[in-house]
């Protein structure tokens, strides 16, 4: 409680217990709450009076660690939460980072389709069109819709059909889109692309989804 009350709180007074530091466990040692936060101006525990509000409370920090002290089972279920919490961190920063590294690699890709399918005498409607089709090749390789036909289905989701991909598909979508302005350059037409980009799509699914099926078996054997 004391190294609690040193990281979160600037008024805390520690000096003023230093007194009882050494008394715990004698016959005569005894200290109550309200005495503790009087002693070091404490915020983190705290009594209310009352008949029917009253009570002892703690910040959850304090409380957990309590709790954990008064049972095994609800210490381990704070260490599998922690780790459970750490996974699930990692996954979503892995999934940010790979999010990022699709939009770096769509630029690539919009480079190739300026440069090669918009002539420059189209307005912008026509040459916003020229991108959506050619972003809607990638959806289609990939996830089997268009971003319409996503959200057409989907019509209470905020974002786009990208927005919803798992990290397997985010790379595998960040590889699209690099081999469609490879081929955009070597003026493949958009119906033979397709196939290819969807070739591709099903090849590298098959091959992240073999590997993740044995991450998942190692951890499994590990713990």
């Given at each position: 409680m004391t190294l609690w009350e040193e990281l979160n709180n600037e008024k805390f007074k520690p000096t003023d217990f230093e007194g009882f530091r050494s008394k715990p466990g004698e016959n005569a040692f005894t200290i109550s709450t309200k005495k503790?936060?009087?002693?070091?101006?404490?915020?983190?525990?705290?009594?209310?009076?009352?008949?029917?509000?009253g009570g002892t409370f703690a910040h959850r920090d304090i409380a957990?660690?309590?709790?954990?002290?008064?049972?095994?089972?609800?210490?381990?279920?704070?260490?599998?939460?922690?780790?459970?919490?750490?996974?699930?961190?990692?996954?979503?920063?892995?999934?940010?980072?790979?999010?990022?590294?699709?939009?770096?690699?769509?630029?690539?890709?919009?480079?190739?389709v300026k440069e090669c399918l918009v002539p420059t005498n189209l307005s912008n409607a026509q040459k916003n069109m020229a991108y959506a089709s050619e972003a809607d090749l990638l959806n289609v390789a990939l996830f089997g819709k268009t971003a319409s036909e996503w959200k057409n289905a989907n019509p209470n989701l905020d974002g786009n059909i990208r927005d919803y991909a798992n990290t397997i598909e985010l790379a595998i979508l960040s590889n699209l889109e690099f081999?469609?302005?490879?081929?955009?350059y070597s003026q493949i037409e958009q119906a033979k692309r397709i196939v290819i980009l969807n070739k591709e799509a099903n090849r590298e699914k098959e091959l992240f989804n073999k590997n993740s099926i044995k991450k998942i078996e190692r951890l499994k054997m590990n713990n």
């Open positions: 503790w936060v009087e002693l070091t101006n404490a915020v983190g525990i705290k009594v209310k009076s009352g008949r029917f509000q957990l660690e309590f709790a954990s002290r008064i049972s095994a089972e609800i210490k381990l279920y704070i260490i599998k939460e922690f780790q459970r919490l750490k996974i699930q961190e990692t996954e979503q920063l892995e999934w940010q980072g790979k999010r990022l590294f699709t939009k770096l690699n769509y630029l690539i890709h919009t480079e190739a081999l469609n302005s490879k081929l955009i």
